[in-house]
């Protein structure tokens, strides 16, 4: 299940992967779906893992330029069983107008995946 486009189009064709993608107020700036619709559809799911995104990642805080991309992924994250942060090093030190609740929530760099870019990764957070 996804709220992008972008993933979406980039899974689609697998033929071993079951993918909804969610409905809502499209925005073109970042190929997402947002708003109420896609907020009560992802209520209404579980979800076992959730990837998102941040724009800005500073003393603990993790945030996002967009108020209606934060709330989905606020929903996202406290709704999955395991959450990671997509994020690269250019995040690191910034902050954004809207901030995602993992304050607090501990790092864990045991299960970082690195991505080709060595300055790009994936991070788990409990």
């Known amino acids: ?3 992008s486009l972008s993933a979406f189009s980039l899974l689609e064709a697998r033929e071993d992967c079951e993918l909804c993608l969610v409905g809502g107020m499209y925005r073109s700036r970042t190929a997402a779906f947002v708003g ?3 907020e009560d559809t992802l209520r209404a799911l579980g979800i ?3 990837f998102i995104g941040a724009n800005g990642i500073l003393d603990g805080d993790v945030s996002t330029s967009n ?3 934060g709330r989905i992924q606020q929903l996202a994250f406290s709704k ?5 942060l997509i994020a690269d090093s250019s995040k690191i030190g910034r902050r954004y107008f809207c901030p995602l609740s ?3 929530l501990p790092l864990h760099n045991d299960t970082q995946i690195t991505l080709g870019n060595k300055d790009e990764a994936i991070l788990r957070y409990d």
């Not at 999955?80 to 990671?84: E, K, N």
Request: charged share 30%.
């Open 1 to 3: 299940m996804t709220n």
């Open 36 to 38: 109420p619709t896609a």
């Open 48 to 50: 076992d893992m959730a």
């Open 67 to 69: 108020m209606d991309e």
């Open 80 to 84: 999955a069983d395991t959450r990671y």
């Open 102 to 104: 993992a304050r607090g």
